[in-house]
């Protein structure tokens, strides 16, 4: 594997680590919609670090086959169970449905 490469999955490993040391600062509520905001979080964490790991060992297309839930698990972060987006900005460029 370049050199390249392997430090930009470095560079990935370390931004989610960060995000990881950040969230884990925080108390969260038990209401329902917390509890799934944070378990589609930790789900994108989880698919992420498989990608990385996926990728290290030589495994490209399986890690490919991880972005698209990868992408749902972040889509869904964003909106509410009505399909409304939290961030209006971001409901312009999402197809619909915006679970996908």
Not at 45 to 67: C, D, K, P, Q, T
Not at 68 to 97: E, M
């Amino acid at each position: 594997m370049p050199t390249t490469v392997v430090a930009e999955l470095k560079q990935a490993e370390d931004a989610v680590n960060e995000v990881k040391r950040i969230l884990s600062k925080y108390g969260f509520s038990d209401e329902e919609w917390s509890t799934v905001v944070i378990g589609f979080i930790a789900q994108a964490i989880e698919h992420h670090e498989a990608i990385l790991l996926l990728l290290r060992s030589g495994l490209v297309g399986s890690g490919f086959a991880l972005l698209r839930p990868l992408v749902s698990c972040i889509i869904n972060v964003f909106t509410n169970r009505q399909g409304c987006c939290i961030v209006d900005s971001l409901c312009r460029c999402l197809p619909h449905p915006l679970f996908v």
